[in-house]
């Protein structure tokens, strides 16, 4: 199958055309930036000189020439874009009869409320968000390969439900709001330059309190209130999360164990039961790492993730095989370099 991807340069694109340019099954068809992109013509080498003799591909603005090479050409649109855009791009690729991954927030929420809320614009197509596909791969993979879009699940929203969806699915939480404590590298924060992420800036600080749109994803795909703090760390890549929830009075041990044995057969998910998950466990890997311990009816859940991989383009990646009926692990499993 032929992919195009849309905001080739950034982190997760750049990050996605190279594991689609090494997948067995997969060719990349167009790498695409915005008509006013300065990295337009360049080659994605060039960008990303680790790529050098994968990706030497010309990084071509979105023109109408350009839409109509991607109509004659590709067969999955890989939208890496920012989330207004992906939400006007994404009904014009479903038009030509493309199946749409969708890595922004575009298509994750449930209703323009929740829009309006959170990401602070009026969704444009709200019909739209009931056919989407929530691309959290191991929670709905059967509508992940039957959808023509896919909103691939958030960074931080990847790892937290994938640390509580067991919880929740066994019945062992409490009506207590969960707390999640989450901290990110900084190419979460894309590639666009701030001060905010430039190098000697960056420390250890949360943002986002109470009203980042990770949160009410992660209670939407969850079914159960929490309080989400993310941070920015002063290191590249990869997301902890350690989450405090109550359980139900006189759940054991075995019990927990019991009810994350529903991942045990997933192969991008590694149980680490008591042991402790690190950033530098999933670094430049497409797994989810999870711990947990337990003290009484309090537990302590720990995730770990790469958020360009999991949380971002090997996600994408993931919900791509699904889609035709391939392996999870297809182009995932030793596709990094350390």
């Known amino acids: 199958m032929n992919v195009a991807i849309i905001g080739a340069s950034g982190y997760s694109g750049a990050e996605l055309a190279s594991l689609v340019a090494k997948h067995p099954n997969l060719k990349l068809s167009g790498s695409y930036v915005s008509e ?3 990295d337009k013509h360049k080659l994605l080498s060039d ?24 109509n004659a050409n590709a067969d999955y649109v890989c939208l890496c874009t920012d989330h207004k855009v992906s939400v006007d791009l994404a009904p014009q690729f479903l038009a030509m009869g493309k199946k749409v991954f969708d890595l922004s927030g575009g298509y994750r929420l449930a209703s323009n409320d929740d829009y309006v809320t959170y990401y602070g614009f009026e969704h444009k197509h709200p ?3 009931n056919e989407s596909a929530y691309g959290l791969a191991e929670w709905n993979s059967n509508d992940i390969a039957n959808a023509n879009l896919v909103a691939v699940a958030g960074c931080y929203p990847t790892a937290a439900l994938n640390a509580l969806k067991p919880l929740q699915q066994a019945g062992l939480l409490s009506d ?7 901290v990110s590298g900084v190419t979460g924060a894309g590639r666009k330059a701030s001060v905010g992420t430039h190098f000697c800036e960056v420390s250890l600080a949360p943002y986002g309190l109470f009203n980042h749109r990770h949160g009410p994803e992660i209670e939407q795909h969850l079914g159960h209130q929490v309080l989400f703090t993310p941070h920015l760390g002063n290191f590249a890549r990869g997301i902890l999360e350690t989450i405090y929830v109550q359980l139900k009075p006189n759940v054991t041990s075995e019990q927990v164990a019991k009810a994350y ?4 057969n997933e192969p991008l998910i590694r149980l680490l039961g008591s042991k402790i998950p690190s950033i530098k466990g999933v670094a430049k890997q497409p797994y989810v790492d999870i711990g947990w311990q337990q003290q009484g009816s309090q537990l302590i859940v720990m995730a770990a993730i790469d958020n ?3 949380g971002a383009a090997g996600q994408a990646l993931q919900c791509i095989n699904l889609s035709m009926n391939l392996d999870h692990t297809t182009g995932l499993k030793g596709a990094f370099n350390g």
Do not use: M, W
């Open 47 to 70: 960008l990303y000189p680790e790529h050098l003799g994968l990706l030497d591909t010309p990084l071509l603005p979105l023109t109408k020439s350009a839409f109509d090479d991607i």
């Open 308 to 310: 360009l991989l999991k």
């Open 261 to 264: 044995s529903v991942l045990e």
């Open 127 to 129: 019909e739209l968000l």
């Open 36 to 38: 006013g992109s300065l």
């Open 176 to 182: 207590d709001k969960i707390i999640i404590n989450a």
